[in-house]
Structures are given as structure tokens and as C-alpha cells.
């Protein structure tokens, strides 16, 4: 037992998470070369398929996988996206729903973004949650913040696990933040004793016509969409995009919240390069993303970036990988009564 399929399985932080879980990661499917070698280069005993989820014949996995893991491409349900929903072609939900069907594994665990859960995404989310009811599970979803499992950064993730009928499934206590037992980790702890890496030559440029917010951290004074992150909180979300101005940035002296008291007080907009700030660094953002520092990335240092925007955070991972292997070896599951879809909502 304990055997799982990843799928869409970019760089392998959900591959990652499940492994320090306890799973033991048979197979790893991923149709980009570059973020299939990078997961070979940190787990080789994993067997890497670059392939194209469509064109896999799941069955040839039954009865050897106990776990269907896996992010399906979410840019049809991304708030930052065209929000096309189930018009988009990158929409593979129903491929993963088509491996659970072919696989037949004892449990499955689905991620996605927060936004499928919106309002206008609901009936297409409520459809998949039916039919992998019928498939013969127990579903429960919930929208879980990685800040609040350790990870030093703010990330809204929707998980959807399947279990056997009748057997018991809590998702995983918040450990840090307000509902922990813990302070939230901050990006300066986080980026206490970084290694070195390569700077990020996109220069910090004030924006010649900025929009003033309430917090310094969350109005558009300076140009590009990275954005400055408050150095005693989590991070924002890493965005797949980073690499050039979409990176965010660091401001250990304090320069942009001086520059925003500036603006509140009256003062004219200015202009120029910050030099004080910079850009995140790709082992920054691997270590807001909660990877390792030995973890590394294949390929051109844009697509560094973009595999760990891509990535579900390991310590996130681990903490719902946990949560599903201990629901399978807890208690014997009951014959099922009737079909029933479990939802948590948003906290």
C-alpha cells in the first residue's frame, strides 16, 4: 500500500510533499521536458512519463497504485486568468477524474486554485465533485492557506480528497497563524542564511503615475506586477510568471513604506530606480515555496521560476499527503449507503 501516481506533476512539489508524507511515488506524468528533468534530477527512483495525460491508458496503473495525486493546469479557474473555465483546452480535471476511473486507487487527492470554488465556477465544481462520487467515494474539498502549515507564504489552494465510503477524513489542523499554535513564518526568517544565488537583474522602477492603497505592500507604486513583500509577514503568492517585473521584491531598508508615508502625506510622486530593493532571487523563491535548499531546478532560470510558481508547496503537501494515509489506516471502511458529497467551506 502506500503507492501513488502524480500527475501534472511539473517540478514534483506535490511528488515532494507526498514522500515525506510516507507515500512512495511510483510515477510522476508531466508533458513539459524541462520540469520532468528537474523532477528526475531530485527523485531518479521515481518512473518519469513525459507525456501527454490524454494520450495515457490509465488501466495499465490498476491495481499497482493505492493514491491519484495532482494539480491540473489551473488557468481556467485563475483569478489572475481569462477565467474560461471548462472552454479552456488546458482544462484536464476531467483527465484526472478519467485516471481515478481507469486507476481505481483506494484514494485520490485533486489541487487546484481557489477559484474554482467561485461562484460562477460552482456548478462546473459541484458537477466533478458528483462524479467522482459516483466513482464510489467519500468527497470532501476544503480551500486551505499554506501560511497557515508552516509555509512563509499566503497561497489559497483548493484540495479535494477521495476516500473509501464510511472511512473517516479530517484535512489537516492549522499549525501556524491565528488558528495554530504557532506565529506564521515570516520572509525574513525564511530568507535568514539563503544560499547565494544569481541576483535578478530587473530593476526596481517607480511607477510614473502610482495608485495609492492603504498598505504600502498592497497599492501599484512601482512598475511591473511583482510586488514588494512586507518582510515580517508571509509572502504574497509566487506567481509562475516571475522571472523579469513580475518577480516580487525586497525592501529590507524600508524604502517603499517610506515612500508610500510620503504619498499619503501629500507629497509628489518621484521617479527612478530604487537600488535599496531588488528582486527575489530563484532560491528565494524556492524557500517561500517551503523547497529545500538541495532541490534543484533544470532548464533556463525563467523556467526556474515558473516550475516553482507551478509547484504546490512540499510542506502543504505533506501536511494533506498526511492526512489521507492516516484516513486509509485508521479505520476499516463501512459499506456505503448512499452518495453523498462531504464540503468544508472556506474558513
Given at each position: 500500500?502506500?503507492?501513488?501516481?502524480?500527475?501534472?506533476?511539473?517540478?514534483?512539489?506535490?511528488?515532494?510533499?507526498?514522500?515525506?508524507?510516507?507515500?512512495?511515488?511510483?510515477?510522476?506524468?508531466?508533458?513539459?521536458?524541462?520540469?520532468?528533468?528537474?523532477?528526475?534530477?531530485?527523485?531518479?527512483?521515481?518512473?518519469?512519463?513525459?507525456?501527454?495525460?490524454?494520450?495515457?491508458?490509465?488501466?495499465?496503473?490498476?491495481?499497482?497504485?493505492?493514491?491519484?495525486?495532482?494539480?491540473?493546469?489551473?488557468?481556467?479557474?485563475?483569478?489572475?486568468?481569462?477565467?474560461?473555465?471548462?472552454?479552456?483546452?488546458?482544462?484536464?480535471?476531467?483527465?484526472?477524474?478519467?485516471?481515478?476511473?481507469?486507476?481505481?486507487?483506494?484514494?485520490?487527492?485533486?489541487?487546484?486554485?481557489?477559484?474554482?470554488?467561485?461562484?460562477?465556477?460552482?456548478?462546473?465544481?459541484?458537477?466533478?465533485?458528483?462524479?467522482?462520487?459516483?466513482?464510489?467515494?467519500?468527497?470532501?474539498?476544503?480551500?486551505?492557506?499554506?501560511?497557515?502549515?508552516?509555509?512563509?507564504?499566503?497561497?489559497?489552494?483548493?484540495?479535494?480528497?477521495?476516500?473509501?465510503?464510511?472511512?473517516?477524513?479530517?484535512?489537516?489542523?492549522?499549525?501556524?497563524?491565528?488558528?495554530?499554535?504557532?506565529?506564521?513564518?515570516?520572509?525574513?526568517?525564511?530568507?535568514?542564511?539563503?544560499?547565494?544565488?544569481?541576483?535578478?537583474?530587473?530593476?526596481?522602477?517607480?511607477?510614473?503615475?502610482?495608485?495609492?492603497?492603504?498598505?504600502?505592500?498592497?497599492?501599484?507604486?512601482?512598475?511591473?506586477?511583482?510586488?514588494?513583500?512586507?518582510?515580517d509577514a508571509p509572502s504574497l503568492t509566487i506567481p509562475a510568471t516571475a522571472g523579469g517585473n513580475r518577480t516580487h521584491i525586497l525592501d529590507p531598508e524600508g524604502i517603499i513604506r517610506k515612500y508610500h508615508d510620503h504619498l499619503s502625506n501629500g507629497g509628489r510622486p518621484r521617479?527612478?530606480?530604487?537600488?535599496?530593493?531588488?528582486?527575489?532571487?530563484?532560491?528565494?523563491?524556492?524557500?517561500?515555496?517551503?523547497?529545500?535548499?538541495?532541490?534543484?531546478?533544470?532548464?533556463?532560470?525563467?523556467?526556474?521560476?515558473?516550475?516553482?510558481?507551478?509547484?504546490?508547496?512540499?510542506?502543504?503537501?505533506?501536511?494533506?499527503?498526511?492526512?489521507?494515509?492516516?484516513?486509509?489506516?485508521?479505520?476499516?471502511?463501512?459499506?456505503?449507503?448512499?452518495?453523498?458529497?462531504?464540503?468544508v467551506e472556506k474558513t
Amino acid at each position: 500500500m502506500n503507492r501513488a501516481i502524480d500527475l501534472f506533476a511539473g517540478a514534483g512539489g506535490l511528488s515532494l510533499g507526498l514522500k515525506m508524507a510516507g507515500w512512495d511515488v511510483r510515477v510522476a506524468v508531466e508533458y513539459d521536458a524541462t520540469a520532468v528533468e528537474t523532477h528526475r534530477k531530485n527523485m531518479p527512483e521515481v518512473l518519469h512519463v513525459c507525456d501527454d495525460v490524454r494520450d495515457i491508458d490509465f488501466t495499465t496503473y490498476a491495481s499497482a497504485i493505492d493514491l491519484v495525486a495532482g494539480g491540473p493546469p489551473c488557468q481556467p479557474f485563475s483569478v489572475s486568468g481569462k477565467q474560461m473555465g471548462h472552454l479552456d483546452v488546458r482544462d484536464m480535471v476531467p483527465e484526472f477524474i478519467r485516471a481515478v476511473r481507469e486507476i481505481k486507487p483506494k484514494a485520490f487527492l485533486l489541487e487546484n486554485v481557489n477559484g474554482l470554488t467561485m461562484a460562477r465556477f460552482r456548478p462546473y465544481l459541484d458537477a466533478r465533485l458528483h462524479e467522482l462520487e459516483v466513482l464510489g467515494y467519500d468527497v470532501h474539498w476544503k480551500v486551505l492557506n499554506a501560511a497557515d502549515y508552516g509555509v512563509p507564504q499566503k497561497r489559497l489552494r483548493l484540495f479535494i480528497v477521495g476516500v473509501p465510503p464510511g472511512t473517516p477524513f479530517s484535512f489537516p489542523s492549522p499549525t501556524h497563524g491565528p488558528h495554530g499554535s504557532k506565529k506564521y513564518q515570516t520572509v525574513r526568517q525564511a530568507l535568514a542564511d539563503v544560499p547565494h544565488d544569481e541576483p535578478n537583474r530587473a530593476k526596481v522602477v517607480l511607477a510614473k503615475n502610482p495608485i495609492l492603497r492603504k498598505s504600502p505592500y498592497a497599492g501599484m507604486l512601482l512598475n511591473g506586477k511583482g510586488r514588494p513583500l512586507n518582510m515580517d509577514a508571509p509572502s504574497l503568492t509566487i506567481p509562475a510568471t516571475a522571472g523579469g517585473n513580475r518577480t516580487h521584491i525586497l525592501d529590507p531598508e524600508g524604502i517603499i513604506r517610506k515612500y508610500h508615508d510620503h504619498l499619503s502625506n501629500g507629497g509628489r510622486p518621484r521617479s527612478g530606480t530604487l537600488n535599496e530593493c531588488r528582486r527575489l532571487t530563484v532560491r528565494e523563491s524556492a524557500r517561500l515555496q517551503s523547497f529545500p535548499d538541495w532541490f534543484e531546478f533544470i532548464g533556463r532560470r525563467n523556467q526556474h521560476y515558473a516550475q516553482i510558481g507551478n509547484a504546490v508547496p512540499p510542506d502543504l503537501a505533506k501536511m494533506v499527503g498526511i492526512a489521507v494515509l492516516s484516513s486509509l489506516n485508521a479505520v476499516r471502511p463501512q459499506k456505503k449507503r448512499a452518495p453523498k458529497i462531504r464540503t468544508v467551506e472556506k474558513t
